[in-house]
């Protein structure tokens, strides 16, 4: 099956421990995307990749960290800088940056004591 | 990018259209509509998009006014599986692929 596969679906860390998420979709997409979802909000965007060995920050990106050194993977690392971690983080990605369609993965939930 | 304005929440029973309004009052002429719904604890799904006429695929069907200052999902019979919360934005098609999704407006499907 093709798609975007995220995991884990749960992840426990302590504070001032670096985490990274991972991200990695079959669908032969150019770009991906790295989401946080607070409780009852919209998402917002941290980083972006357009295409292999490029990528962008997004609104939020600070304290956050990312790779995209194969087009199928783009791993999210949560810092200790970070001061809100915990979060839901959501990964998509689309044929080309200008596409209209993102496809998501289904999301990680990241908790930080 | 324009900002758009949905309702909060909305209640629409078993098998009866669910008709979501989103106003976008500063949309440019470049600028679709377009749809994402979001099932409880899951990635956000698409569902639909537009530029000035009114669009119909599977899922949806979206109606955008004349003047483009406001649009409406209409999913034509709602089921239990359909209560999520839906996502209005309005996005150029040379804003890289931004999606700035806000609150949205939590549908509730009751049987």
């Known amino acids: 099956d093709g798609g975007i596969t995220q995991s884990p679906k749960y992840l426990f860390r302590k504070e001032g421990q670096n985490v990274t998420l991972s991200c990695e979709q079959n669908?032969?997409?150019?770009?991906m995307y790295w989401y946080r979802q607070d409780p009852g909000q919209g998402l917002r965007l941290i980083y972006y990749s357009q295409i292999v060995n490029d990528f962008q920050k997004g609104d939020i990106a600070e304290g956050y960290s990312v790779s995209r050194e194969k087009k199928e993977s783009f791993p999210l690392t949560v810092t200790s800088a970070q001061k809100n971690p915990t979060a839901f983080y959501l990964c998509?990605?689309?044929?080309?940056?200008?596409?209209?369609?993102?496809?998501f993965g289904p999301g990680t939930r990241l908790t930080v004591t | 990018d324009a900002k758009t304005t949905q309702p909060t929440s909305m209640d629409c029973a078993e098998g009866r259209a669910a008709n979501l309004p989103c106003n976008h009052s500063t949309i440019s002429g470049n600028e679709y509509v377009y749809w994402y719904r979001q099932i409880h604890s899951q990635g956000p799904q698409y569902i639909i998009h537009?530029?000035?006429n009114n669009e119909t695929n599977e899922m949806a069907s979206l109606i955008i006014t004349e003047d483009r200052k406001s649009s409406t999902l209409i999913l034509p019979h709602a089921t239990l599986r359909d209560t999520a919360v839906y996502y209005c934005?309005?996005?150029?098609?040379?804003?890289?692929?931004?999606?700035?999704f806000g609150g949205g407006t939590r549908l509730m499907v009751k049987p």
């Open positions: 998509a990605s689309s044929l080309r940056h200008d596409s209209y369609e993102q496809y």
């Open positions: 669908l032969n997409h150019d770009a």
């Open positions: 934005i309005v996005r150029a098609t040379n804003a890289g692929n931004m999606l700035t």
């Open positions: 537009g530029l000035k």
